[in-house]
C-alpha cells in the first residue's frame, strides 16, 4: 500500500485545493459586504489579465515576488527561515541607486546597468551576511536577526534619504533622477523597436534577469554539489557533517545567496520603474514572498505560478476597488489576506484528508 502522497498531489492538488478554499471565504466576505462573488471574480480576472496594460502590471508585480520568493526558498532548503528579504530588498535597492547615481554620468550605460545590478545583488547578500553568520557561529536564530535586520534596515534607508542623497531643494526624501542611460528598458518600448505595439506599463527587462534568477536557483538546489550540500545541511545537519559537509559554511553562503536574490528587488523598482531612491519602494514584497514560497513548495516552478497568482491579485485588486461601491482597498487587502492564510499559515490543512482519501482509494483499487 502507498503511504505517502504522490508528489502530484502534494505540489498541485493540494495547492489548488487551498486556493480554491481561499477564494470560497473570499467570496463569502464579498458577499457579505453587498456584492456578489461572480461578478467581483470576473472583474478581478478582467483588471489583471484582460488586456496588454493589466497583464504588464500583473508581471511587474510577479517579478518582484518571484525574487523575494527564490530568497525564502534557497534558505528553506538549508533549514533556515529567512524573514528578512524585505530588509536585503531595501538594501539591495540601495546598491543599485548608489552605482547607478555614481557611475551613469562616467560610464556607458551598457556598462552602468550590469554594475547596477551586481550591485544590488552584494548589498542584499551583505545585509544577509550577519545574520546567516551569527546563527552558524553564535547560534543566534535567523528568524529574530532578520527581524531585527528588517527594521535596520528601515532607520537606515531613513536616516540616508533624509540626510544624505535628498536631493537639494525638496522636500520630498527622495534622490535626484537616476540618468536615463542606467534605466532597466522598459518592455513596451522593446517590443516597439521590433514593430509590435502594447499599452505602456512598469514591465521592464528585469523579468528576464528574474527568468535567470529561477533557472539558477534549479540548477543550484537540484542540479550542484552545492545544491546538494544545502538539502542535507537542512534535511539532517547530522548526517551532513558525518558527509564531510561543513554546517556553518553551508548556512553563511546559503544566506548570502538568499539575500542576493531578495536584493535583487531593487533592479525591478529602482532601475525600472522609479529610477530614483526613495523610501518604501519594497511594499512589502519581502514578506509576501514567504507565502509565495511556501504556495511553491520552495520549487522555482511553483514560486513563478504562486507569482502570477499574488501579481494578479495586486493588479485585480486595484480593479475591483474602482468598480464596486462596497469593496475598498481594505477588503482587497482582506482577500489577499486569505490566499496568503490558506497558502501559507494553512498551507498542509488539507494534507491529512488527501493522504486519507488516498490511502483509500489505493486499498479499493488493490481489492
Known amino acids: 500500500m502507498s503511504r505517502e502522497l504522490p508528489r502530484w498531489i502534494d505540489i498541485g492538488v493540494i495547492p489548488a485545493a487551498n486556493i480554491l478554499l481561499a477564494f470560497l471565504v473570499a467570496g463569502l466576505v464579498v458577499l457579505v459586504a453587498g456584492e456578489n462573488p461572480l461578478d467581483a471574480l470576473s472583474v478581478l480576472l478582467t483588471g489583471a489579465f484582460g488586456y496588454d496594460e493589466a497583464i504588464g502590471y500583473t508581471l511587474y508585480y510577479a517579478t518582484n515576488l518571484v525574487f523575494t520568493g527564490l530568497a525564502v526558498a534557497v534558505a528553506f532548503h538549508a533549514g533556515l527561515f529567512n524573514i528578512g528579504g524585505e530588509g536585503q530588498a531595501y538594501i539591495g535597492g540601495l546598491g543599485a541607486g548608489l ?11 551598457w556598462v552602468v546597468i550590469p554594475v547596477a545590478v551586481a550591485a544590488s545583488g552584494l548589498f542584499g547578500a551583505a545585509w544577509a551576511f550577519l545574520p546567516g ?12 536577526t532578520t527581524i531585527m535586520f528588517n527594521f535596520l534596515a528601515s532607520a537606515l534607508m531613513v536616516h540616508l534619504m533624509v540626510n544624505v542623497l535628498i536631493q537639494p531643494g525638496q522636500m520630498s526624501p527622495e534622490s535626484r533622477e537616476i540618468a536615463s542611460i542606467a534605466w532597466m528598458p522598459f518592455v513596451h518600448e522593446v517590443l516597439a523597436g521590433i514593430g509590435i505595439r502594447v499599452a505602456r506599463s512598469p514591465l521592464n527587462l528585469s523579468i528576464l534577469w528574474a527568468a535567470a534568477a529561477c533557472v539558477f536557483v534549479w540548477l543550484l538546489i537540484y542540479r550542484s554539489r552545492w545544491g546538494y550540500a544545502i538539502r542535507t545541511v537542512g534535511h539532517n545537519e547530522a548526517a551532513a557533517i558525518y558527509a564531510g559537509i561543513d554546517p ?42 514567504i507565502a509565495v514560497a511556501l504556495m511553491g513548495r520552495a520549487h522555482p516552478v511553483g514560486i513563478v505560478l504562486a507569482s502570477l497568482l499574488f501579481g ?16 475598498t482597498r481594505d477588503l482587497v487587502v482582506v482577500v489577499q489576506g486569505l490566499v496568503i492564510l490558506f497558502s501559507g499559515a494553512l ?16 486499498r479499493e483499487d488493490m481489492a
Not at 347 to 362: E, Q, V
Open 248 to 289: 556553518k559554511k553551508v548556512v553563511v553562503v546559503t544566506m548570502c545567496i538568499s539575500g542576493a536574490l531578495a536584493g535583487f528587488v531593487g533592479v525591478n523598482e529602482i532601475l525600472g520603474v522609479q529610477h530614483r531612491l526613495l523610501l518604501n519602494f519594497t511594499a512589502g514584497y519581502g514578506f509576501t514572498g
Open 99 to 109: 552605482a547607478a547615481l555614481g557611475l551613469a554620468g562616467i560610464l556607458p550605460g
Open 133 to 144: 553568520w551569527l546563527q552558524a557561529h553564535r547560534g543566534s536564530h535567523v528568524v529574530i
Open 347 to 362: 498551507a498542509y490543512m488539507m494534507h491529512p484528508l488527501a493522504l486519507w482519501l488516498w490511502r483509500r482509494w489505493h
Open 312 to 327: 494578479a491579485l495586486y493588479q485585480g485588486g486595484t480593479e475591483l476597488d474602482f468598480e464596486f461601491d462596497n469593496i
